[in-house]
């Protein structure tokens, strides 16, 4: 994955956001994380793309602004996921990795 898409950098930003991130978001991060690993070219690009924007201090809204913070995120990881529903739909190991995480830090 590209330099500042970590495991490390990703699950920091999660774990300091995921109250304000909402459940939903952070399930299509972790959706994705999973998938990157098994994606051809184009996915792992999309995938980047997406997980980078996520992590960025740089947003067009800042995660810092009350309310709607966070809808640019949510729309750009969703598309993300959206392209990639084909892939996810023949390998639902992704999902059950990503709903196990999901159930370790909200639960």
Known sequence: MAENV???GLFDKIKKNAKKAGKELIRN???LWYAF?????????I???????F????DV????TPIVGYSDDIGVVAAAV??????LEA?????????KKLKEWFD
């Open 6 to 8: 970590t495991q490390e």
């Open 29 to 31: 991060v972790l959706i």
């Open 37 to 45: 690993p098994d994606g051809n070219i184009a996915d792992k690009a």
């Open 47 to 53: 995938i980047t793309g997406a997980l980078a924007y």
């Open 55 to 58: 992590i960025s201090p740089i």
């Open 61 to 64: 809204i800042p995660d810092v």
């Open 82 to 87: 959206a392209a990639l529903k084909i892939r």
């Open 91 to 99: 390998n639902p190991d992704i999902v059950r990795k990503a709903e």
